[in-house]
């Protein structure tokens, strides 16, 4: 659990075989950051899975799973609670709530299933939301990969600890840092949101949020 989220009095939860952060002691209070400035979100409950293969095969796994056309190098894309981000040529993550991941999204037919199996690198991450009207700004001062439509994936070329940054929608980053970096990485956050009124986020807040935003269509 990185530092900086338990010295903020996070309140953790434990589930399936993980701890997470759940609230920070206001769910309300961690919402309405969110719809009005910014929220900082530990995603301790998401995991990794990492596809290393021929880049062919990877195009033809992926059409498979997702539709055409082949997902391109540099952008990800979505499929019910998991992203696809292809970082390279013949890497793919798989990003996403460790209960989803554990049910074993089935990538490719046949033999191509058989040749692209998934290896899990959640722990060597540290992943981070960035939630908020405000979330580009911070995006911008903290890791600067220029601007990003939805679903494109960008890097920062000054920091190789920043494994990826996608804009998952006009509000919402997700960074995938390495863990070594990770505490570092939230201490550049947390500096540069305070004057963005940046503030700590748990999952409940997040769900509350996901599930209104289902609702509302």
Known sequence: MPTACLAAGAVLHARDGSTFVAHYGSVPAEIAVCLKSVGLVDHSDYGV?????????????????????????????????????RLEARRVLLVGPREALASGPAIGRGRDRAELPHHDIGSSLTIVGIVGPRAARLVAAVCPPGTLAIGAIGRDQSDPGVVAILRESQRRYLALISRDRGDA?????????????AAFVGCDALTLLNASAGTAG
């Open 49 to 85: 899975l990492e596809l290393r293969g021929d880049r062919a095969l990877l195009d033809r796994a992926l059409v498979a799973r997702l539709g055409d056309p082949p997902l391109a190098i540099g952008s990800a894309r979505r499929l019910r609670a998991v992203w696809y981000l």
């Open 185 to 197: 990485f939230w201490a550049r956050v947390v500096e540069a949101g305070k004057p963005l009124g």
